[in-house]
């Protein structure tokens, strides 16, 4: 488990906040990155399973999802699993000019995927849109989690603007390896919690969030 977040950081704030997320975030991604391959596909692997056994997931008709890149865990099994259902995947993409995330339909990840914005891949020009309150289960991406469901990002705010705009009863589900699980994550108040974290060894369920 990391443990690299500082105690007591509920009352930081401003500079403090920053430094100590970017503390974090450079710690855990070091270790992500140095997880050897066959590791990295063994955990994949069963972050995959755990999260399709999860009734939201089985439940979900339309399922946001995000793409793999770099030393993130494999989530292309997922997305080939809903669109074997006949589901809808959506993916995101970064629109650098208004700083938010587009949602777009795929149905072949080979026909409709691509290299985007600093090299993440995303759905390409021609598919269809998906409005972001049609989602009613997001795969939340981030770097470090803790049991309260605190997210640490990548430092670009797409999520924390985005997540707000779903459904409120839209689950917010997060995979992620066991290193990347931290004792506690430096948040600050515009900063959003998700409903369950997905490792290899276990399902972590935080307290509920409020659903208004």
């Known amino acids: 488990m990391a443990s690299d977040s500082p105690p007591g950081d509920a009352a930081l704030h401003g500079a403090a906040l920053r430094e100590a997320k970017l ?18 596909a063994q955990a994949g692997a069963s972050i995959v399973a755990g999260i399709a056994a999860l009734p939201t997931f089985a439940s979900a008709r339309t399922v946001l999802l995000t793409l793999p890149f ?8 997922l997305v080939r699993q809903v669109l074997a259902t006949g589901r809808t995947v959506a993916v995101p993409r970064v629109n650098a000019t208004t700083r938010m995330l587009e949602l777009h339909a795929i149905a072949d990840l080979d026909r409709d995927v691509g290299t985007g914005h600093q090299g993440i891949p995303e759905p390409l ?45 839209a689950a ?23 409903d ?4 290899p060894l276990e399902t972590i369920v935080p307290p509920p969030r409020a659903i208004g």
């Open 23 to 40: 503390t974090l975030r450079r710690a855990v991604l070091a270790r992500r990155d140095a997880l050897a391959p066959g590791a990295r």
């Open 196 to 199: 369950a974290i997905v490792t």
């Open 125 to 169: 020009a021609h598919c269809p849109a998906v409005a972001p309150g049609a989602i009613d289960w997001v795969l939340v991406p981030g770097v470090a989690f803790d049991r309260a469901g605190r997210r640490l990002g990548y430092g670009g705010g797409y999520y924390d603007r985005l997540l707000p705009l779903l459904a409120s009863h």
């Open 70 to 77: 770099r030393s993130e865990w494999d989530t292309l099994p």
């Open 172 to 194: 917010r589900i997060a995979g992620a390896f066991d290193l990347q699980i931290a004792d506690r994550v430096p948040a600050g108040p515009h900063d959003v919690t998700v």
